[in-house]
């Protein structure tokens, strides 16, 4: 099953900050926009941000524009999520996928807690 995989989630207090990380197969990562998402239990995912194949170009959410940052290294199929001033309503699991999101690549995904 071809999925991603997300990493560096973990408790942090609020202000703190975490680096994710997600890594894919090649064949759907490296020509693809990628993006970053999270859930709370018993909500919908939401997008977080999005960045374009070749790097160029992000968009991040308003509500969190001011304190995440979306990157990518396409030699190593991984795109990161740099957030900081982390807030207890940040408190979720964090997903990567393509952008827009492809069903059948969702993977685990990474808890990050949020409290002091």
């Known amino acids: 099953q071809v999925q991603f995989v997300e990493s560096g989630g973990g408790l942090v207090q609020p202000g703190g900050s975490l680096k994710l990380s997600c890594t894919g197969p090649?064949?759907?990562?490296?020509?693809?926009?990628m993006g970053w998402y999270r859930q709370v239990p018993g909500s919908e995912r939401d997008f977080l941000a999005a960045i374009a194949w070749s790097g160029t170009t992000t968009f991040i959410r308003e509500s969190v524009r001011d304190r995440f940052n979306i990157s990518r290294d396409n030699a190593k199929n991984t795109v990161y999520l740099q957030m900081d001033s982390l807030k207890s309503e940040d408190t979720a699991i964090y997903y990567c996928n393509n952008y827009p999101a492809a069903a059948d690549y969702w993977g685990q995904g990474t808890q990050v807690t949020v409290s002091s």
């Open positions: 090649e064949n759907i990562f490296k020509r693809f926009d």
